[in-house]
């Protein structure tokens, strides 16, 4: 076809105009990777603040991002790089990437409203002969049943003819965006093979790695599956951990044991699962065979993983009643509010969870997280008075805490580590009594469990 024949011929020459709808934790380090790579990248966001940062070459994302901010600098001050809130700038856009939010609500349902807008926003400018790349994860089916009518309503156009459409889900996290959005394979799935073809010349200039081609449904089914996998996962790690306390072993000797057998590899336990994809994207797999199977397997599994939170609480209750103490008033040290170490990801966060459970038992709550802007307090402030003090995020900050100082400052001698940061020998050299996430050993003589 002529027009992709053009298209190709603009992306191989840097002469392909790129918009990226959505300037959050994928859209922007993408936009400044497209623009370092030469192109010319218009970014979108309806936030106006973002924007105004974006184009002050100010990184709006908390946290540490290797490389990002002097990027975003880069870009910005060369011209490669513009933010803006409106849509009507985009008419001459050859390729638009969205990276938008795509939530799910509490019956697991999908909440497409971000990506209808931004499809809509979008289909009333686009240009004949561009390219729509959905990069937000979706439920497989949602670009045909979703995205394609959507851009075919309001741009009057149709796809296939007119336009043309492809998901290529992106693969990173925080702390890691730049390195993973080079090193990492990514899924170019098209609605022909000649459009994946086109995805893939366009994505190699910034990907170091496979690009494989697909068709679209293809691609929307790995990135879900490969998130479910994981989630799986993790909630075998957190249910072998569950019993290795409850029976009287330590979860990470077992684990380490394990893995030493050929083609085994047990993840991490942990006071749970959160960020925008893992707690989300089984559910969207899932919804994609909606009323065609009865699934097991990931609805358990997200059980397991929800319910970590309540794990940690239940510790507490024990410790707490140790000293003749419940949960009804008592003052709790939460140290992490993010979801992810050394970000500002609160996302889905176990620690909101965490808080919520305790707020049912009338227990107050102190938090701290030195990226997120509303918990920058100093540690051990927080820590003053405190009955307990629980570790949900493994942040470099908290492997290092004085733990002597701890004691002095804790009104009860108690820590509940939910990362397993914290040495338990160590905190029992200091008088603490160390409660830990898979840690069931007892010592004769001391209040370690």
């Known amino acids: 076809m002529k027009q992709l024949q053009s298209l190709n011929k603009k992306i191989k020459s840097k002469k392909a105009k790129v918009a990226v709808i959505g300037l959050g934790y994928v859209g922007l380090p993408v936009a400044c990777m497209l623009a370092d790579a030469g192109f010319k990248v218009i970014g979108v966001d309806l936030k106006q603040d973002r924007v105004d940062l974006i184009n002050q ?94 851009l075919e309503e309001s741009s009057g156009k149709v796809a296939g003819v007119d336009f043309f459409l492809g998901a290529c889900p992106e693969r990173v996290m925080p702390g890691k965006l730049l390195m993973n959005l080079e090193s990492m394979s990514r899924v170019c799935g098209g609605e022909s093979q000649d459009v994946a073809e086109t995805m893939k010349e366009f994505y190699a200039s910034i990907v170091q790695s496979d690009l494989d081609t697909a068709d679209i449904i293809t691609a929307e089914i790995t990135k879900t599956a490969e998130n479910a996998y994981r989630d799986v996962n993790i909630a075998f790690a957190n249910e072998l951990a569950i019993i290795c306390q409850s029976i009287g072993a330590d979860f990470l000797r077992v684990r380490d044991l394990v893995n030493k057998s050929p083609g085994r590899h047990v993840l991490f336990a942990g006071a749970g699962v959160g960020g925008h994809c893992i707690p989300k994207d089984p559910w969207l797999l899932a919804y994609g065979a909606q009323g065609k199977l009865d699934l097991k397997l990931i609805p358990a599994a997200r059980s397991v993983n929800d319910s970590m939170p309540k794990h940690i609480v239940k510790l507490l209750n024990k410790a707490l009643k140790h000293y003749g103490e419940g949960l009804k008033n008592a003052k709790i040290a939460i140290l ?66 004085d733990l002597g100082e701890v004691k002095k400052r804790l009104r009860f001698p108690i820590i509940i580590d939910g990362r397993r940061i914290i040495d338990p020998d160590r905190a029992n050299q200091f008088g603490l009594d160390y409660y830990g996430i898979g840690f069931g050993l007892s010592k004769p003589g001391s209040l370690i469990r």
């Open 57 to 150: 070459g100010i990184s709006p994302i908390e946290g540490k991002e290797p490389g990002l901010s002097d990027l975003l600098h880069s870009v910005v001050e060369n011209g490669a790089l513009r933010a803006t809130t409106q849509y009507d700038e985009l008419k001459e856009i050859d390729i638009a990437l969205i990276d938008v939010e795509t939530p799910i609500d509490d019956n697991h349902i999908p909440q497409y409203v971000a990506l209808r807008s931004a499809c809509n926003s979008l289909g009333n400018v686009l240009k004949t002969g561009a390219l729509v790349v959905i990069e937000s994860t979706v439920a497989p089916g949602t670009v045909e049943t979703v995205v394609r009518p959507t």
């Open 336 to 401: 992490g509010y993010a979801y992810l170490a050394e970000s500002d990801d609160s996302r889905n966060s176990p620690s909101k969870k965490l808080i919520e459970l305790l707020g049912d038992e009338n227990a107050v709550c102190v938090v701290q997280d030195p990226y997120v802007e509303k918990y920058q307090q100093d540690i051990l402030d927080c820590i003053n008075g405190c009955d307990a003090i629980i570790f949900m995020v493994a942040h470099e900050a908290y492997k290092d805490i």
